[in-house]
């Protein structure tokens, strides 16, 4: 249990069909766990697992790590990319490896700007991605800013940029090559959503664009926004705005090239609040235009966010979120919707 949602856990399954559970730690203070399933596909117990990391040439606990994104990649193993406070910055960002999930990797630190950094992460079978913004120094955490991208393709061995420019780890001043588009000289904030690889392996970063961190129309408008990588070069285009820089959802690069988001785009029973009322969004063109395709929800007492996309959708299972009122304590019903957006409670 516990008693702040930033310790939200992650689920991973391995080759052999196990579940695996990474409950993360908000910050340094309270030690982080590792739980398996008992059985493959089943998640009815689950046992404790002591993981270690190498650490100066050293296996050590690892238990303490925060806001871990950790992947299975098929006959390969686990990735992970994990934030882990003042170390040496706020909220600095690093990547590892693991064969068994018992035993990991010595952590390489990926980037330490200013103030810290938050990061969203995909893979394919040949690379693995990270998006990131920075924390402008001194002003901290609402100050984040700017778009960041690097990869691997040998398993963390070395980094690259979208270009296959090899660079210098870690990234430690705001202008670096991993950089996409310079917002802190535009005075504007960013939030980080979903990123994506297309059918050629480039990344698509969807991510919101707002002039600051305080809720209200002030800051408005937010613009949520995806940046495409077209093999030379970023290309960079508008969606549709929003009313709150936490409104939350997921991109789908489909194969038939069709871009659908689904996303709390639309106002709901509490404006300027995370969330709203969800809507499915299509692009026929890579992101260039966009039309709103369908309103998922309408007149809702509570508001909706943070749609995810599971692994592999299913054109059934297709998007899964939850609603909350923001204003007050209140009960919290989960969704589903499918590909052509009916949902289900």
């Known amino acids: 249990m516990t008693a702040d949602a930033h310790d939200n ?16 730690s908000h910050g340094r203070s309270r030690p982080s766990y590792v739980h398996r399933s008992t059985a493959p596909y089943r998640v009815d117990s689950f046992e404790k697992i002591d993981v270690t990391r190498m650490q100066d040439g050293v296996q050590t606990q690892m238990d303490n790590f925060s806001y871990m994104q950790a992947w299975h990649i098929p006959g390969k193993g686990f990735i992970a990319f994990v934030t882990r406070y003042s170390d040496p910055v706020d909220r600095t960002l690093f990547f590892t490896t693991s064969e068994n999930g018992v035993n990991w990797s010595e952590w390489t630190r990926l980037a330490a700007i200013g103030k810290g950094h938050y990061q969203i992460s995909i893979h394919s079978d ?26 691997t393709t040998d398993f963390g061995e070395s980094f690259q940029n979208a270009a296959g420019e090899k660079v210098i780890l870690p990234l430690t001043e705001p202008g670096n090559p991993a950089l996409i588009y310079d917002y802190a000289s535009e005075d504007l904030k960013i939030y980080l959503k979903d990123i994506r690889l297309d059918s050629n392996d480039r990344p698509v970063v969807l991510y919101l664009v707002s002039k600051g961190y305080e809720a209200g129309p002030e800051n ?21 705005e929003s009313d709150s820089n936490y409104d939350t959802g997921s991109l789908y690069l489909e194969t038939d090239n069709t871009w659908r988001i689904i996303a709390p785009t639309e106002s709901g029973p509490q404006p300027y609040n995370p969330g709203g009322e969800m809507a499915m969004w299509i692009s026929p063109d890579q992101g260039r235009s966009w039309e709103k395709f369908k309103d998922l929800t309408k007149n809702s007492p509570r508001n909706h966010t943070y749609a995810r996309s599971p692994v592999k959708a299913n054109p059934g299972f297709y998007s899964l979120w939850a609603d909350g009122h923001c204003r007050k304590p209140s009960k919290s019903l989960l969704y589903f919707s499918d590909r052509d957006g009916n949902v289900y409670r």
């Open 126 to 151: 040949s690379k693995c991605c990270t998006a990131f913004n920075h924390h402008l120094d001194p002003q901290g955490v609402n100050w984040r800013t700017n778009l960041y991208y690097l990869e």
């Open 220 to 240: 408005g408008p937010r613009t949520l926004t995806t940046a495409r990588w077209t093999g030379t070069e970023w290309v960079i285009h508008p969606v549709t």
């Open 9 to 24: 856990p992650i689920i991973s399954i391995d080759d052999a069909g196990y579940v695996w559970i990474f409950s993360t």
